[in-house]
């Protein structure tokens, strides 16, 4: 007798503790071999431009070589594993003033034109229109196929200084944003584990959370070790291979589990946080923002470089178990005020660095840091690429195949505000995907742009996870070369 195991089933344990499982054998139908792999889209961004004023060479990051075989410059090093999945796009251009065009200041008026296509009303950093990820998720060939319509999440902690929404970058309207989770433990939670919320309103009235799954949560255990007694029922259904599948799959979501686990100096959860939902398991406290205000500028750090490592497992997992198909990753806020010393050896935000040559050695080390900096996203983006290439999907192909990623940061480089170049500038900005190569797109190389929006690279990203739109927001048209080339 044949049998076959629902995609959507999930191992469950006590106090409503669920995982989600990767694709198995097992999910296929009677006398298949394979299924079509859904598409899926992520929006990565950074808040930085492409280098520093007066001192930043567009030489120092996009490659000489166009077409395939380009060249990596250091910053574009980490790209190296996946560079036949990479498209970078340069000489790309956000207009100031007109249709999807910015406004004459830079900061905060360059996100909206960016992520929505559409131009800003005022210097707030408020998207004036729906942004990509949400046309995606709402789309009819991804609204209501899995458990999470969409995932938001970002790495940086707090805005640190300033403030608004410069840690926004998905919303359904102008008027209605997405907020990220930022907590990595939450995030965890969140997409792997059943929950009950600790208070829901029944017959008009609170009810009180379980007794039973409150002492659940406030054990150290795995979420694997809750579900133990399930997972070893279904391995005894499966044959080798799948059961290998398996393995790996709890492999990951442990080493998950330890990353998330050794982030240090808990940092309690501020009331609300949770937004109403409680989870089972322990996935490891947040690192506390620290904040130097020794030289007169707020500068903040709270452990970013272990955050994007946990978000970046959750995020590869929760694509991985099919459990969203469509996400935002945002690594740094607009106008980053985030300490960079850990990062790059450099005490000094992120923003402050791109204006200004302070650091023993003068601009062009201020230049290099930069470019460190800007490496230091792509380590990410690329290990998240990584993750979903290294995971095959029902049809057999690694999941980046089918998965869609565009990275876009802040702003570009070139003349603005007397100084040249200068990085409140959206000239000679550069867009990168990954991924895609099941999709039509044609991926391996480096495309110059003739000043194209950024907006037409973000619609035939778009168009590639099978969202036809004939463009974003005010900018109508795509980059055709991506498909052609």
């Known amino acids: 007798?044949?049998?076959?195991?629902?995609?959507?089933?999930?191992?469950?344990?006590?106090?409503?503790?669920?995982?989600?499982?990767?694709?198995?054998?097992?999910?296929?139908?009677?006398?298949?071999?394979?299924?079509?792999?859904?598409?899926?889209?992520?929006?990565?961004?950074?808040?930085?431009?492409?280098?520093?004023?007066?001192?930043?060479?567009?030489?120092?990051?996009?490659?000489?070589?166009?077409?395939?075989?380009?060249?990596?410059?250091?910053?574009?090093?980490?790209?190296?594993p996946i560079q036949d999945?990479?498209?970078?796009?340069?000489?790309l251009k956000i207009p100031v003033g007109g249709p999807g065009g910015?406004?004459?200041?830079?900061?905060?008026?360059?996100?909206?034109?960016?992520?929505?296509?559409?131009?800003?009303?005022?210097?707030?950093?408020?998207?004036?229109?729906?942004?990509?990820?949400?046309?995606?998720?709402?789309?009819?060939?991804?609204?209501?196929?899995?458990?999470?319509?969409?995932?938001?999440?970002?790495?940086?902690?707090?805005?640190?200084?300033?403030?608004?929404?410069?840690?926004?970058?998905?919303?359904?309207?102008?008027?209605?944003?997405?907020?990220?989770?930022?907590?990595?433990?939450?995030?965890?939670?969140?997409?792997?584990?059943?929950?009950?919320?600790?208070?829901?309103?029944?017959?008009?009235?609170?009810?009180?959370?379980?007794p039973a799954l409150d002492r659940q949560r406030r054990e150290e255990a795995s979420v694997l070790d809750v579900v133990s007694a399930s997972a070893t029922r279904l391995k005894a259904r499966l044959g080798r291979p799948d059961q290998v599948r398996l393995e790996r799959h709890f492999d990951e979501i442990r080493a998950l589990e330890l990353r998330l686990g050794t982030i240090p100096d808990p940092k309690p959860m501020p009331p609300g946080?949770?937004?109403?939902?409680?989870?089972?398991?322990?996935?490891?406290?947040?690192?506390?923002?620290?904040?130097?205000t020794a030289e007169e500028a707020e500068v903040g750090y709270a452990g970013e470089?272990?955050?994007?490592q946990a978000l970046t497992g959750v995020l590869a997992k929760a694509m991985a178990c099919d459990l969203t198909r469509v996400a935002t990753l945002q690594y740094t806020c607009a106008q980053?005020?985030?300490?960079?010393?850990?990062?790059?050896?450099?005490?000094?935000?992120?923003?402050?660095?791109?204006?200004?040559?302070?650091?023993?050695?003068?601009?062009?080390?201020?230049?290099?840091?930069?470019?460190?900096?800007?490496?230091?996203?792509?380590?990410?983006?690329?290990?998240?690429a990584q993750q979903l290439k290294s995971t095959l999907g029902s049809d057999g192909r690694p999941l980046l195949d089918n998965t869609v990623m565009v990275f876009v940061n802040e702003g570009g480089l070139g003349p603005a505000e007397g100084k040249n170049p200068a990085a409140h500038s959206t000239d000679s900005m550069m867009v990168i995907t990954a991924g895609g190569r099941a999709t039509g797109l044609k991926t391996g190389r480096h495309i110059r742009a003739a000043e194209d929006h950024t907006a037409k690279v973000?619609?035939?990203a778009m168009n590639a996870a099978g969202v036809m739109v004939p463009g974003l927001g005010e900018v109508q048209g795509r980059l055709e070369s991506m498909f052609t080339g």
């Open 1 to 80: 007798m044949h049998r076959t195991l629902d995609r959507r089933t999930l191992l469950r344990g006590a106090g409503g503790v669920a995982i989600g499982l990767p694709f198995l054998e097992l999910m296929l139908p009677r006398g298949a071999s394979a299924q079509p792999s859904p598409r899926r889209y992520i929006v990565c961004f950074a808040g930085m431009s492409l280098g520093r004023d007066n001192a930043g060479k567009l030489t120092d990051i996009v490659p000489d070589r166009v077409g395939t075989g380009f060249d990596l410059k250091p910053p574009l090093q980490p790209l190296a």
């Open 85 to 91: 999945d990479v498209i970078v796009v340069s000489n």
């Open 273 to 292: 946080a949770a937004s109403g939902c409680a989870l089972p398991g322990k996935p490891g406290a947040d690192p506390p923002v620290m904040m130097d």
């Open 336 to 384: 980053c005020f985030m300490n960079v010393e850990a990062l790059v050896g450099v005490k000094m935000d992120l923003h402050e660095l791109a204006h200004l040559s302070t650091i023993v050695g003068g601009k062009d080390v201020a230049q290099q840091k930069v470019m460190e900096m800007y490496g230091w996203h792509m380590k990410h983006f690329s290990a998240l």
């Open 458 to 460: 973000v619609t035939a």
């Open 305 to 308: 470089e272990q955050r994007a």
């Open 102 to 210: 910015r406004l004459g200041g830079f900061h905060k008026s360059s996100i909206s034109p960016l992520l929505t296509g559409v131009a800003p009303t005022s210097i707030a950093p408020n998207c004036n229109g729906p942004t990509s990820d949400q046309i995606v998720a709402n789309h009819a060939s991804f609204a209501s196929k899995t458990k999470i319509p969409f995932l938001s999440l970002r790495v940086q902690a707090d805005s640190y200084r300033g403030g608004g929404n410069v840690g926004v970058i998905s919303w359904k309207s102008a008027t209605q944003k997405n907020d990220p989770t930022v907590s990595p433990g939450l995030a965890f939670q969140n997409v792997f584990a059943g929950f009950t919320p600790p208070m829901s309103m029944t017959g008009g009235g609170p009810v009180a959370p379980d």
